[in-house]
């Protein structure tokens, strides 16, 4: 039986002490092990920051991708080999800074895969700028007058790019993440994670207690429906996005993959994509 050691491996993470990136990897690791996967089975796709380097730290297959470009790695993945679970991560800078337009158009795509954002709302690896989740006043020393745009809500943003698993989690609640992250796997279609990730070393605003004072646990709400987007939005508007759990899943719509015509039931990797050179002439002739 397969259990979240087989995913541990025996790089030391260089993350500081503290850090919430490290309950990130844990319930990864436990939920990829929950679903009952084998290490082969899970390729992890990571963007350029503190978060990125997680690709590195778990036992799978993995690939630590250039700054915001996760998402295209891990869909051409998932794309060219569907018997893969596919899992994407990332800081908030890498998905909704320079990665945004990647972010929104694979979340109204809907490939199987599943995207784990580190949001703790500020660039850590480049020592503490302001990103587009700080919040409005948010002092740092690129913006040491305080930010002047308000910021990203990503729960927002996927409900109204028309995601099919909107989901948050807490550094913090490991047993809560695990659950989402597991149900994120299982998801068949885009599963949209966020994560609150405390940075303890830059972020001196939005700390564990922080988070401990201010997010609500969906799982406290009476009566919560999640598969009605809109009470998914109503429940994020009136907690500014400071909510915990599945806030929304559909689990009846088609995964781009279900859509595309003539997608092979075999995944690309195990075809013999070789061509005759007769079959090689054919199809130039048809370019000329
Ligand atoms: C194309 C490009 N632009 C800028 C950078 C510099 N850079 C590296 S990481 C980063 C932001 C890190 O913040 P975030 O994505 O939130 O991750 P964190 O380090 O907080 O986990 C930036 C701007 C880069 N590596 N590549
Ligand atoms: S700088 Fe912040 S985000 Fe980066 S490893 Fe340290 S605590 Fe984590």
């Known amino acids: 039986m397969v259990t979240f050691k087989d995913f541990r491996n025996n790089v030391k993470p260089n993350w500081c002490p503290g850090c919430g990136d490290f309950s990130v990897q844990t319930a990864i690791q436990r939920a990829a092990a929950n679903v009952g996967i084998q290490p082969h089975d899970l390729a992890v796709i990571s963007g350029i920051g503190c978060s990125g380097r997680i690709s590195g730290y778990i ?7 250039i700054h915001g470009r996760a998402l295209p790695i891990a869909q051409g993945l998932k794309m060219a080999n569907k018997d893969l679970h596919v899992i994407a991560s990332g800081g908030d800078g890498d998905g909704f800074a320079i990665g945004m337009g990647h972010t929104i158009h694979s979340i109204r795509r809907n490939i199987d895969i599943t995207y784990v954002v580190m949001d703790n ?45 909107v989901a948050q989690g807490f550094s913090s609640d490991i047993k809560e993440l695990t659950a989402i992250i597991e149900a994120g796997i299982n998801h068949k279609g885009f599963s949209f994670i966020n994560v609150f ?25 009476e009566g919560y429906d999640s598969t009605n987007r809109e009470e998914a ?30 997608y092979a039931p075999t995944p690309l990797v195990d075809q013999n994509l ?6 090689f002439n054919a199809l130039l002739q048809d370019f000329m």
């Open 59 to 65: 036992h799978s297959y993995g690939f630590h991708g």
């Open 121 to 165: 709302q500020i660039y850590g690896l480049t020592k503490g700028q302001t990103s587009p989740r700080s919040a409005e006043g948010f002092k740092t020393k690129s913006t040491p007058g305080g930010a002047i745009e308000p910021s990203v809500q990503p729960l927002e943003l996927a409900l109204t790019s028309g995601a099919t698993f």
């Open 197 to 221: 990730s405390p940075c303890v070393t830059y972020n001196k605003v939005n700390t564990y207690d922080w988070f401990k004072e201010h997010l609500t646990k969906l799982s406290t709400v």
């Open 233 to 262: 939005m109503k429940v994020v508007m009136e907690t500014e996005g400071l909510v915990t759990g599945i806030i929304y899943q559909d689990e009846n719509a088609p995964s781009y993959q279900e859509q595309v015509p003539g």
């Open 274 to 279: 070789k061509m005759s050179e007769q079959e």
